[in-house]
């Protein structure tokens, strides 16, 4: 039998199956070659022996990817969640945490929260954003009167496999996450022990599914996700809006930092790529530069 892990709890993992979650251990080769289950492992179960009812995971599956912070493998999509005004957005931060997704192999999606507060900005940041967030941005308000359905929209572009969630305090995470949470095939008494749970479990992840084969798990903190470990020629290839079909600089190696013939000065002047993606871009860019060359001095 296959199932994924959604929780891990002392050595016992909780392996979420077709036929409901079931708790095992794994088997013990995996000790000796030093492999660890982690949460969002895809693993096989079998009966540890004829006699009992109990399972072991006897096999991982191989990792298409997987972070540190959250400790988390087979991550399918970033759910960022940002607020319009108070707290201020920090886009170059989003910007990089959004490359590094991409640099996995990790789908985006962006969530504009507290839109109330300041609607021009939401408006702007959405228009920003809109060419490189793989399934949607939303600029939404979860204290508003259309809270419940904005919600219900941001659920329902929620791709497939497990979406890390990552905010900075007071965005309005918690507020998005109930909702998204709260209508899962599950009884209100389960639920509420689980996300009471999972509030004062910071140290150790869960995954929570919510129907149609999707997981949701939380980030540590917006500042904690993975950091860039690519170099600043790289960066660019991260930045989806940046390189579109058949696209061609006059040098190859155009770090699109000002060269002559670049191609990235016309997205800018069509509004493919936008002014505040470029900025940003031009400095997460000096910065790898400037780590490069003091990692050589
Ligand atoms: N104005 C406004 N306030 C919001 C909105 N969403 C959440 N809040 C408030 O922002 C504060 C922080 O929300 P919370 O969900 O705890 O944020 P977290 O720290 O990211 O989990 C709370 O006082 C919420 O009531 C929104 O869309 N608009
Ligand atoms: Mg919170
Ligand atoms: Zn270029």
Request: net charge negative; charged share 40%.
């Given at each position: 039998m296959n199932g994924k892990i959604i929780k891990g709890i002392g050595g016992l993992y909780c392996v979420a199956t077709p036929a409901g979650d079931i708790f095992a251990k794994p088997r013990g080769i995996f000790r000796k070659n030093s492999v660890k289950p982690m949460i969002g492992d895809n693993v096989v179960l079998s009966k540890?022996?004829?006699?009992?009812?109990d399972y072991v995971i006897s096999e991982i599956l191989t990792r298409k990817n997987s972070l540190v912070r959250p400790a988390v493998a087979n991550v399918d999509c970033a759910l960022f969640i940002i607020a319009a005004a108070n707290p201020k957005p920090d886009l170059l931060l989003l910007d990089k945490l959004m490359a590094v997704s991409v640099s996995k192999g990790i789908k985006t999606m962006l969530v504009i929260n507290k839109a109330d507060r300041d609607g021009e900005a939401a408006e702007d940041i959405k228009n920003q954003y809109k060419n490189c967030v793989d399934c949607g941005v939303f600029a939404v308000s979860m204290t508003g009167d259309n809270s419940a359905e904005e919600a219900e929209t941001v659920k329902n572009a929620l791709p497939e496999g497990v979406t890390v969630l990552s905010g900075q305090s007071g965005v309005g995470k918690s507020t998005l996450t109930n909702r998204l949470l709260s209508k899962q095939a599950m009884t209100t008494g389960e639920l509420t022990k689980k996300i009471e749970r999972g509030k004062h479990t910071t140290r150790h992840s869960e995954m929570f599914e919510i129907g149609n084969g999707r997981f949701l798990i939380d980030s540590p903190g917006f500042s904690l996700f993975d950091a860039m470990d690519f170099g600043s020629r790289e960066l660019?290839?991260?930045?989806?809006?940046?390189?579109?079909?058949g696209a061609s600089c006059r040098f190859q190696d155009c770090s699109h930092t000002g060269e002559p013939g670049c191609f990235v000065e016309e997205l800018l002047r069509d509004g493919t790529v936008s002014a505040g993606r470029y900025e940003r871009y031009l400095k997460i860019y000096a910065e790898l530069k400037e780590q490069e060359r003091n990692r050589y001095k």
């Open positions: 540890d022996s004829e006699e009992t009812s660019a290839g991260f930045y989806p809006e940046m390189r579109p079909e």
